[in-house]
């Protein structure tokens, strides 16, 4: 059966985050942003030093709780109840999130907290991370594939994150994403890769209002 969600996959730094919460605004349905639950997770188990093993992540996750708060208007990823949107974008998160999100437990509890979130809103949702399309929702009604090149998404993401963007920072932040890319690309379980019926879009040389009116155009008939 066809589910009324419209995923957004890709590898980081391509805007699947910034492009889903912008259409789904214009939808007027909620956006969940799978990531920002590995990322909230990863902030919990750095600060309680809970080691990264699965079991252990996920009575973890359970009990405090680790948990998005969805509303149409935006999702608030939280840790036992404090808002945790900011420090879930912290540098020793980003160190650590891969690693986390290879733990075949982890991500099934991350799948069954989108699936649940989900099921709160039959009018529908947008979503996006790497595997919303091939390992979570195959059968929603529509599903699109961001990519860019590797320096224009590291360009982005330094502007995003407020730093400089001297061909410097550019080639360094390059790295970064590629290896990132790597490791999500090349893990076992749930590999970031695109669905054979994803629309792909390369955004390297489009605006950003270009490719949520895109996307938003592709996405009209699902919500309707
Ligand atoms: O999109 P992001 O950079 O916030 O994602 C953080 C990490 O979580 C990234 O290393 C990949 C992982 N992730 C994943 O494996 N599956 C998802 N559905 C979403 C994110």
Known sequence: MTVRVVTIDGPAGSGKSTTAKAVAKRMNVPHVESGALYRALTLAALDAGVEFRGQRLVALARSLPVRLDLTPRGFRPEVAGVDVSREIREERVNARVSELSAIPEVRDWVNEVVREAVEGYPRGAVLDGRDMGTVVFPDAALKVFLTAR??????????????????????????????????????????LVAAKDAVVLDTSDMTFEEQVAHIAALARNVFQ
């Open 150 to 191: 590797p320096e224009e998404r590291a360009r982005r993401r330094l502007l995003q994150d407020g730093h400089e963007t001297s061909d410097a920072e550019i080639a360094r932040a390059t790295e970064d994403l590629a290896r990132r890319d790597e490791a999500d690309s090349t893990r076992a379980v749930a590999p």
